[in-house]
C-alpha cells in the first residue's frame, strides 16, 4: 500500500510557475516508477509526465515538454514537478501517482495509487 499527498498548486498569471510535491509513504519509494497527470474541467485525465524508479528515465505530454520538469528524491519519498511558462491551458487539478512496476509510463492502467489531487490554475 502507498499513500501519497500532494501540495504545491495554487493560482498563477500565465508565464509563471509553480513547483508541485507529492509525498509518498508506504512501500519502499524506489521501487516503483511515479508519475504526473491532470484533469481540467469537462475533460478526461491526461498523461503529463512520468520518472523511473531511480529516475534515470523521464517522459512527458508533448503538451508540456520543455517546459515542465519531473524529478525525485528517493531520500526523501517525494517527486517534483517544476512547471515553468504556465498557460491558461494548464489549468486543471494535478495528481501523482504510483506505478506498479519501477519503469517509467505513461497511462493511467500501469499505476496503483493515487493522490487526492492539487489544483493549479492559471490565469490569462
Known amino acids: 500500500q502507498v499513500q501519497l499527498v500532494e501540495s504545491g498548486g495554487g493560482l498563477v498569471q500565465a508565464g509563471g510557475s509553480l513547483r508541485l510535491s507529492c509525498a509518498a509513504s508506504g512501500r519502499t519509494f524506489s521501487s516503483y516508477a511515479m508519475g504526473w497527470f491532470r484533469q481540467a474541467p469537462g475533460k478526461e485525465r491526461e498523461f503529463v509526465a512520468t520518472?523511473?524508479?531511480?529516475?534515470?528515465?523521464?517522459h512527458y505530454a508533448d503538451s508540456v515538454k520543455g517546459r515542465f520538469t519531473i524529478s525525485r528524491d528517493n531520500a526523501k519519498n517525494t517527486v517534483y514537478l517544476q512547471m515553468n511558462s504556465l498557460k491558461p491551458e494548464d489549468t486543471g487539478v494535478y495528481y501523482c501517482a504510483a506505478g506498479w512496476r519501477t519503469t517509467a509510463r505513461s497511462t493511467a492502467d500501469e499505476y496503483a495509487y493515487w493522490g487526492q489531487g492539487t489544483q493549479v490554475t492559471v490565469s490569462s
Open positions: 520518472i523511473s524508479s531511480f529516475g534515470v528515465t523521464t
